[in-house]
């Protein structure tokens, strides 16, 4: 800061006695500061004397360091002495080495550069040319050429400096000059490049200014466009504020009917998710359904070689039987002779005792008569010896002594006969004994056969029994995949007094397949001619089962117990009975004391179950309830009163539950409390006596389970319901000879099925528009009928030719049924999480 001040002193016209002109101040500040760059504020721009920013610029000059090098201190340091400017100086001068007195004395001082005297006294150039001397008076001459000494070396140190400077100025200047040439001619160069590209933007310019021209002649015409169309725009405006006012009225209805839309497609949206999943569901239930198909046909296959080896079976038991009963009479036929021999030896060895006892007595007869013979000997010996005795009794003695011996030797004879006899009758038993012994051994084989062909017989029926278990399993699988409804036909034997009446054509319309394919599944129908001339005819029918008449309740329930099992699974099960009126659709569901029908045995099935799932920690709480459906009202059968006068409205929820308002609910526990309900219901129900039934249900009556089960150990549960409804039946009013309050009835219930029939149209036709609310019938069997409930229908038919066109209208309405395609049924089950 010092040094500019000071510096800034040097008059702007040159350093008076430096020879140097000096063009402005900044050079000489230049030299001073910085003696081997010009500064940033020369005509060359700024440059860092460091010599790492050496590098070559084409467009800068560089300058040598050498020439204008400033002189190192080392190089310019002279001795300790002669530094100082003033007199004070001159005077500590003074005791210097070099000091001497006259110029020539100055020569072997060493000479200070500018620098040095500058850093040392701090004074300026100025200071240095105005310096004056002033010496009092009597100074001696030697005293002030003494004093003028430093002063003149610093005039000399400043005039080197000045003439350095003034060379390095001229080096500058001199490249400078070359720098300057040469940006003259980049100049050139440059100006005739600019001149080259002015020309160029120059006819640039006059082609935008033809292309603006002709813009602006196209923004003319647009102007006037847009003015024309601005004109038409403001008329249609108008026209448009009109048609607005009517479109806002359009538009709420647009809204409306967009809202309405975007619900409804929402909800397509859905369905087709819903669709989408069904697919990929159906999909996989599908390969699912084939693969069980082939098991199916599989186990048929089984099915038929177990049912073959049972009847292979069976036919060599039968044989085997006829042979164990030939055995056995030959057995008993043996027996008897054994028994026979065997008294015959006791009557042989009686009469052997009674010979032996006959033989000791002959004997002690014989011994005692040789006694008597010897005794008479003797005594003819003593008579002839006395010489006396008469000859009459001699000869009377011998001829008794004859006697005697031949009767002895008859009976050796005898007994030599019967010893014959006894060995015979030994001979005899023993052969008699050894048949028994053999004919035992051979029973006691054929004992052994009839054993093992009956344990073969009981596992070929084991077999049998778990195929048709498995068969049955699959067929509800396959039921449950189709997700159709099931239809169970179910043909009533002819009854005593419809064979009895011989107003009734009792003959059998109807014929069941004996072997095949349909066993089991079909049915025939002839309708007998007319008298037009019809022609009888016979349709043929098949369904997922048909119980011909003499098939018992025991195993009509055994087809269905799986069904009612899915009930306590968690599923809505709905078993109904259509038909006739007098078909025995109250029979097939409830049945008799001796003979119990679907509900009670249902009822006795699940409570039996839900004891046995006790033991796996499930828990069931069930609840009854019962309606009738009579003339299009509800009644609750289980309310404690005769008519409690109560409107009951049926509704589902979302998950297809349906609730009626108002019924009466109780929790059952056991089968006996259900018999109780059912009694009760009964007793309510509208029955009444018709002309082709006495005991016919005027109503449809509905038995809802509500099962909810939950596992104690696992937390997980089950909610089913079972709904077993026995349906008013159709009855043809004319032949039914309903008048009044039955007739009335009957058209109510004709109504109702009737709705039933389209419902079922409907849903087989996959109809968008399904009626459920034409009756209050279909509308309880909704979610039976077209949601997800497992739903199996009895189709009741009577036997007979009389009611041949009824039987066709029913199993007409069968197939149809069977055809319907409900949800795939779900169950709901709630597992608990981890
Ligand atoms: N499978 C069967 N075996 C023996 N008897 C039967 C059978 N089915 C029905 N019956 C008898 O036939 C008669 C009529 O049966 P049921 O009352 O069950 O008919 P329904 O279809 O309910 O008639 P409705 O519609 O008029 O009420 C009854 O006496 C019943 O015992």
């Known amino acids: 800061m010092m040094d500019e001040r000071r510096e800034s002193r040097i008059p702007r016209s040159g350093i008076p006695g430096a ?112 310096k004056k001397l002033s010496f009092p008076k009597g100074t001696k001459p030697e005293r ?27 080096l500058d200047v001199e490249q400078w000059k070359r720098h300057s040439a040469e940006l003259s001619t980049a100049a050139e160069a440059e100006r005739k490049e600019w001149n080259a590209k002015q020309e160029e933007v120059a006819a640039q310019m006059t082609q935008i200014r033809e292309l603006l021209e002709m813009q602006e002649q196209q923004n003319k015409q647009l102007e006037a466009d847009v003015k ?28 409306r009917t967009t809202k309405a839309l975007e619900e409804r497609e929402a909800k397509i949206r859905e369905m087709e998710d819903v669709v989408r999943t069904g697919q990929k569901y159906s999909t996989t239930l599908q390969s699912y359904n084939t693969s069980l198909q082939a098991d199916l046909t599989a186990e048929k296959a089984r099915r038929d070689e177990v049912q073959k080896a049972k009847d292979e079976l069976q036919g060599q038991a039968a044989e085997l039987g006829g042979k164990v009963r030939s055995l056995e009479q030959l057995l008993a036929y043996e027996r008897e002779q054994v028994t026979k021999l065997r008294e015959e030896r006791e009557a042989a060895t009686r009469d052997l005792a009674m010979l032996r006892a006959d033989l000791d007595n002959t004997r002690q007869e014989r011994e005692r008569a040789v006694a008597d013979a010897a005794k008479a000997k003797e005594d003819m010996e003593r008579l002839r010896a006395v010489g006396g005795k008469s000859l009459e009794t001699l000869e009377a003695l011998n001829n008794d002594k004859a006697t005697m011996e031949a009767q002895l030797s008859m009976q050796i004879k005898t007994i030599a006969s019967m010893r014959e006899e006894l060995a015979g009758a030994k001979e005899g038993r023993a052969m008699a004994d050894a048949m028994a012994d053999s004919r035992a051994a051979q029973i006691t084989e054929l004992k052994a056969q009839v054993e093992s062909l009956q344990s073969s017989l009981a596992d070929a029926e084991k077999r049998v029994y778990a195929g048709e278990l498995i068969r049955r399993k699959l067929h509800n699988i396959i039921q ?46 002839v309708v007998p001619g007319n008298l037009t001339g019809q022609a009888p005819q016979k349709h043929q029918f098949a369904f997922d089962r048909v119980f011909s008449p003499g098939t018992g309740q025991e195993m009509v329930f055994d087809e269905i117990s799986e069904l009612v099992q899915s009930a306590l699974d968690g599923h809505k099960v709905c078993i109904f009975a259509y038909g006739q009126t007098g078909s025995g659709k109250t029979y097939t569901m409830l049945g008799s004391r001796d003979q119990p029908g679907v509900i009670p045995r249902a009822m006795q099935q699940i409570f039996t179950s839900g004891q046995k799932l006790a033991a796996q920690d499930w828990r069931f709480n069930m609840q009854a309830s019962m309606l009738e459906i009579y003339n299009e009202d509800i009644r609750d059968l289980l309310s404690r009163k005769k008519d409690d006068g109560k409107k009951h409205n ?23 409390a259900v018999e109780q309900l059912l009694a009760q219901a009964m007793e309510k129900r ?118 041949a066109h009824e039987s066709m209208c029913s199993l007409r309405f069968g197939s149809k049924v069977n055809a319907c395609e409900i949800n795939v049924p779900k169950k709901n089950v709630v597992v608990p999480r981890g």
């Open 144 to 170: 002030k050429v003494e004093a003028f000494v430093p002063l003149v070396k610093e005039l000399k140190a400043l005039g080197r400096h000045l003439h350095s400077s003034s060379q390095r100025l001229e």
């Open 480 to 525: 449950d995949l189709k997700g159709n409804i099931r239809v169970y036909c179910r043909v009533r034997p002819v009854s005593a007094a419809e064979a009895a009446d011989p107003a009734h054509d009792s003959e059998m319309s109807l014929d069941f397949p004996t072997s095949g394919d349909l066993l089991g599944r079909g049915l025939s129908v």
């Open 650 to 672: 049926v509704t589902h929820d979302s998950n297809g539950v349906t609730n009626v308002s108002d019924m009466t609910m109780v929790d059952v526990n056991r089968p006996e």
């Open 686 to 803: 509208t029955v009444g006596c018709t002309h082709l039934n006495e005991q016919s249900s005027r109503s449809h009556m509905v038995f809802t389970m509500r099962i909810e089960g939950d596992n104690t150990a696992t937390g997980a549960k089950v909610s089913g319901v079972l709904n077993l409804i026995d349906l008013a039946g159709s009855e043809r009013v004319k032949e039914s000879g309903a008048t009044g309050q039955r007739l009335k009835e009957a058209q109510a219930i004709n109504k109702s099925l009737s709705a039933l029939g389209d419902v079922i149209m409907a849903l087989a036709n996959k109809q968008e528009h399904v009626p459920f609310r034409n009756s209050k019938l279909t509308y309880l069997l909704q979610p039976c009928l077209g949601g997800d409930s497992k739903t199996l229908m009895f189709l009741n038919v009577a036997p007979t030719r009389e009611f």
């Open 19 to 130: 020879g140097v002109p000096a063009p402005t101040a900044k050079p000489l500040e230049t030299s001073r500061t910085a003696n081997v760059a010009p500064t940033a504020s020369g005509p060359l721009g700024k440059r860092k004397a460091d010599a790492t920013d050496a590098a070559p610029d084409n467009k800068r000059p560089t300058f040598s360091s050498g020439a204008g090098a400033r002189p190192t201190r080392s190089n310019t340091t002279g001795g300790a002495g002669g530094r100082t400017t003033s007199l004070q100086g001159a005077t500590s001068a003074r005791t210097g080495p070099s000091a001497g007195v006259g110029g020539s004395e100055l020569g072997p001082i060493a000479e200070e550069t500018w620098d040095d005297i500058r850093d040392k006294t701090g004074q300026g150039v100025d200071d240095v040319l105005n």
């Open 228 to 255: 024309a169309g601005e004109e038409s725009l403001a008329a249609k405006e108008a026209a448009l504020a009109a048609v607005q006012g009517k479109l806002e009225g359009v538009q709420g209805e647009v809204d």
